[in-house]
């Protein structure tokens, strides 16, 4: 006979595991369950965030930050250090600790909030709503479970380039480049965008000459244009080669390298090798291996589990949440959405309001932003009045040695109700949270300007920002 649950968790990435714990804490049995596992065959809950994205990508940019500031920002500070030198080995061991140790938080918050973990891969193998959902489980805790609601959060995985497969060892996705084992003397990365340039980052601090092929015309399209032109300029000045307009007509993985032929925006051929190639050009959800069609699980055109706007599927008891539904691909978003689906399974009204979904970019300077873009209210016919305050003019980012960028807000010019707020500087993924709830409880620009900001701090450059939108800033 199956284990019989209140819920059953397919997956434990962001939105799973969270999914899993909240509903727990509102009195469900849940079962969560996740095949991803370590190389020592321990479970490893978490999902593609923690084991090969934001978690393990973010220890390599702060391994590579330190090395950065090491060679070169630190003789500043009368720091002199010589030999300088970079055991990739290690860097990549304290990588894996720092994943290790979130895996086994996760573990911990099940055994604390009273959730089963079951170790293996699930699928639909039949049942109903009315007598509950059944799941078959293949791996190390095989076995059958039963359960009256159903959360799939199966997230997504990367899309190859057409002709170049993805192989680890030359072409990489975004797994193959947190575990590149030395530093490439010459690196190319497809697609800017979020994984491409925080990869291409790391990799360029510690000595690679990173060529970064983008596809569309404009740089960080989805970001402000005024912050994606401040970013690019930033980011050449750095050392990353970024070309836009790209057309990859080939790409040929030998022993000793990869070869890349391109389409420059004119149309002219150009070419060039490389040591490894990182490819990020998007992600795919990852509906595969689910047996949706067992039990008539609806699957849209894109290979997404069908939701309505509260996550529900086309099957009655059965949600899905994160990369694996419509929506932004980030792993707040899918924790957002994992905790509001528990509440609506308990009858509680759960909230999800992608129009204050932060995004965040980790590269250095980091970028943020939240809320609608410059270019979207003019196309939208918004009338709008915009602020913005440069980190140059701030003491805190002065005594840090990172002035570059600035804060941006965008307000309605007949509410003031502000529509966006945008960061490029330093530490902007923190910056960020005073954006997002201002936007939540429908704030003004004034309102911002009228709260006392410690001194000296970076979020005194938020505060002018709004000051700019009345045209009355203080420190410019």
């Given at each position: 006979m199956p284990d019989t649950y209140d819920v059953a968790v397919i997956g434990a990435g962001p939105g799973g595991y969270i999914a899993a714990i909240r509903a727990a804490q509102l009195g469900f049995s849940v079962a969560c369950i996740d095949d991803w596992t370590r190389a020592d065959g321990k479970p490893a809950p978490g999902g593609t965030c923690t084991n090969v994205g934001c978690i393990p990508s973010k220890a390599l940019l702060q391994s590579s930050e330190h090395y950065e500031h090491a060679g070169h920002a630190f003789a500043e500070h009368g720091i002199d250090v010589k030999g300088l030198a970079i055991d990739v080995g290690r860097m990549l061991a304290r990588k894996e600790k720092v994943v290790a140790q979130n895996n086994d938080g996760i573990l911990y918050l099940f055994r604390k909030n009273k959730v089963k973990f079951v170790h293996g891969r699930g699928a639909f193998a039949g049942g109903s709503a009315k007598d509950g959902w059944l799941l078959a489980v293949e791996g190390p805790q095989a076995g059958e479970i039963r359960a009256k609601h159903v959360i799939v959060a199966t997230g997504s995985k990367p899309r190859p380039l057409p002709g170049a497969p993805f192989d680890s060892v030359r072409v990489l996705d975004n797994a193959g480049a947190l575990t590149i084992p030395e530093v490439p003397r010459r690196l190319g990365v497809v697609g800017a965008g979020v994984i491409g340039l925080e990869m291409g980052s790391v990799w360029r601090r510690l000595g690679a000459e990173v060529t970064v092929l983008e596809a569309l015309p404009a740089f960080l399209?989805?970001?402000?244009?005024?912050?994606?032109?401040?970013?690019?300029?930033?980011?050449?000045?750095?050392?990353?080669?970024?070309?836009?307009g790209v057309s990859i007509t080939s790409v040929k993985a030998g022993r000793s390298g990869v070869k890349v032929d391109w389409n420059d925006a004119g149309g002219a051929a150009q070419s060039a090798a490389f040591d490894r190639l990182i490819v990020s050009i998007g992600r795919v959800p990852n509906t595969e291996g689910l047996n949706a069609a067992a039990v008539g699980l609806a699957i849209d055109e894109r290979g997404f589990v069908a939701v309505d706007g509260e996550c529900r599927t086309n099957l009655p008891q059965v949600w899905a949440v994160g990369d694996v539904v419509r929506g932004p691909m980030l792993a707040h978003k899918a924790e957002e959405e994992g905790v509001a689906v528990a509440e609506r399974i308990a009858g509680q009204h759960g909230h999800v309001d992608f129009d204050t979904v932060p995004w965040v970019i980790y590269t250095s300077p980091e970028i943020a932003w939240v809320g609608r873009t410059e270019q979207q209210l003019k196309a939208a016919g918004v009338a709008y009045r915009a602020g913005s305050f440069p980190f140059a003019a701030n003491g805190r980012a002065r005594a840090l040695g990172d002035t570059s960028g600035f804060v941006k807000i965008l307000a309605d010019a007949a509410t003031d109700r502000i529509l966006g707020v945008h960061v490029i500087g330093p530490f902007a993924s923190e910056l960020i949270a005073e954006g997002v709830v201002a936007m939540e409880f429908g704030a003004s620009s004034e309102d911002l300007a009228r709260i006392c900001h410690a001194h000296p701090s970076l979020s005194e450059a938020t505060k002018e920002a709004a000051l700019a939108v009345d045209k009355r800033t203080l420190n410019l």
């Open positions: 399209g989805a970001a402000d244009e005024a912050v994606a032109k401040e970013a690019q300029k930033l980011f050449a000045r750095q050392g990353l080669a970024i070309h836009l």
